[in-house]
């Protein structure tokens, strides 16, 4: 089983400021098949990155992802009040395809 | 537009067993892998359960195999997940997902259902 790590578990910024949430994967994930999930309270988590860096549909281009191997990094280039939720990596190239504990991303 | 509705949560005993299901329109249902992802109140996402497009191969997470089952109708667009032996550990919101891709490679889950509470209490 792969295991993900996410850093920081919380991240307190500024609407404008830029972020960067890390994954780390216990092993390597096989062809780059790893995506980032965005999360609102009371909602359904939503694709926002897949492919370690192709972005979903609809999603705006300030999100972007980046990374191979077992480091992936999820960039938000300028947050907008939106943005402010929890994201999650998930690795699903293999059986289980696990998800990391999440990144909360709050306001300062 | 695609759309994923689960059902079939609600409280239940400690040993007790539920079903849940997942009613899928917008997309062709048959050609999709589907899968179970739980998140436990307060807690992370834990993906459960898959099921290929033609039900013919399915896996599970550690902590639910030999306790569930998924399965699915592709004549009513209906995924399903049949739990038994709950436990308060199993006490989640039960969300249906389905693949990106139509084929059996690797995929994200581009579209969730809003969720099903399961809540196993005595």
């Not at chain 1, 192709?54 to 191979?68: M, Q």
């Not at chain 1, 696990?98 to 709050?106: E, R």
């Not at chain 2, 062709?28 to 290929?52: C, D, N």
């Not at chain 2, 006490?91 to 969730?112: E, M, Q, R």
Request: charged content about 15%; glycine content about 10%.
């Amino acid at each position: 089983e792969i295991v993900l790590t996410q850093s920081p578990g919380t991240l307190s910024l500024s609407p404008g400021e830029r972020a960067t949430l890390s994954c780390r994967a216990s092993q390597s994930v096989a062809s780059t098949y790893l995506a980032w999930y965005q999360q609102k309270p009371g909602q359904a988590p939503r694709l926002l990155i897949y492919g370690a860096s192709t972005r979903a549909t609809g999603i705006p281009d300030r999100f972007s992802g980046s990374g191979s191997g077992t480091d992936f990094t999820l960039t938000i280039s300028r947050l907008e009040p939106e943005d402010f939720a929890v994201y999650y990596c998930q690795q699903y190239g293999s059986s289980p395809f696990t998800f990391g504990p999440g990144t909360k991303v709050d306001i300062k | 537009q695609v759309q994923l509705v689960e059902s079939g949560g609600g409280v239940v005993q400690p040993g007790g067993s539920l079903r849940l299901s997942c009613a899928a329109s917008g997309f062709t249902f048959s050609s999709y892998v589907m899968h179970w992802v739980r998140q436990a109140p307060g807690k992370g996402l834990e993906w459960v359960a898959f099921i290929l497009y033609d039900g013919s191969t399915k896996d599970y997470a550690d902590s639910v195999k030999g306790r569930f089952t998924i399965s699915r109708d592709n004549s009513k667009n209906t995924l399903y997940l049949q739990m038994n032996s709950l436990t308060a550990e199993d006490t989640a919101v039960y969300y249906c997902a389905k693949n990106g891709k139509t084929v059996t490679s690797p995929s994200a889950f581009d579209y969730w259902g809003q969720g099903t509470l399961v809540t196993v209490s005595s």
